[in-house]
């Protein structure tokens, strides 16, 4: 495959994004019903919290193995394919589910699929592509699949307003997962990571810097586990139910329209200074999301929140990759999504039990304190850097 200029990404990338497009319709379209799945089966918010924590931190341990895995065979696909499939199979079965446990258990697998194909997807990513180009590149992948995530939520809210049952509308799920795994098998190479690429050593002193990072990829992962809560504290101020796909559809073109614009940046502007502003800006978010009386207010909330993880998502897995050897990349980033998932395994608990006890604006300004900490960590790092 040709090498990566200034102005082309590889193709590859851009079906990778594809595949993600696909498997956000999948999961973006159930995810904003969750919230109204779990009411029918008489769920509290402690279990909407366990239902975010625990589908992520099962499967922390399994996102290092995969990315280590996919080191030590040199084959970054197989992974792939079988996270992407497991997902696939396993999400339609909200329609069938009639407990809170039974909505854990398959949400906990449908991300079991998500621990077997981070690591070794972002690894890939960043083998494909050039080491000025990796923001364009995660920043790619991510607004195509915040676009998937736009096109579920418009899909789900499309198919309700037409009087489709909810079950049914999560048993639609199973068709475009499907195809993503199809695009995924057809158009997305294995990267063989051969030649001086694979020879050359790790970059100096990579452990000593890739560590402290994770004191900041922790309290964010916190900060930004909040989604099914903030989607909650709509319906709490009066958001009706069938528009809570549209609040979600309208974060996720945030999303979306920015990723690819905003990771081009961080590879000019720098990525730390992209981190730091996307935390400043996500904790005066849930500050708003906490204080907030009117579900008017909510709109512009969460645009923020989509502004947020575009200045983020393509930032700090650019700094990853910087931070990693192209032979140990799958673990780097194995270790950066279980320290993100064991986060975000405790954090929607925690947030989810606050709510319980003391209401919303005790769990947001919680969220808020997180992406603090994380900003105060990352300017410590880059002090000692």
Partial sequence: MPGPTANRLPRAVYALGAVSLLTDVASELIVPLLPLLLAQVGGTMVHLGLLQGISEGAVSLLKLASGWLSDRTRRRKPWMVAGYGLSALLRPLFALAGTPLAMTLVRAGDRVGKGLRSAPRDALLADLAGADQRGAAFGVQRAMDHAGALLGALLAAALLAAGVELRVVFALALLPGLLGVFVLVRFVP????????????????ARRKLLPLLWVVAPSAVAASVDLLALMRARELGVADAALPLLWAALHVVRAGLAAPLGRLSDRFGRRRMLAIGLALHALVLVAFADVQHAAWLWPAFLGLGLHAGCTEG?????IAELSGGHKRGTA????HAVQGLAAFAGPIALGALWQQHGAAAAFHSAAGAAVVALVALGIVGRRR
């Fill in 190 to 205: 294995e990267h063989e990571r051969t030649g001086a690429a694979t020879r050359a050593p790790d970059p100096p002193d």
């Fill in 333 to 336: 980033f194995g270790i950066y």
């Fill in 315 to 319: 930032a700090e897995r650019g700094l």
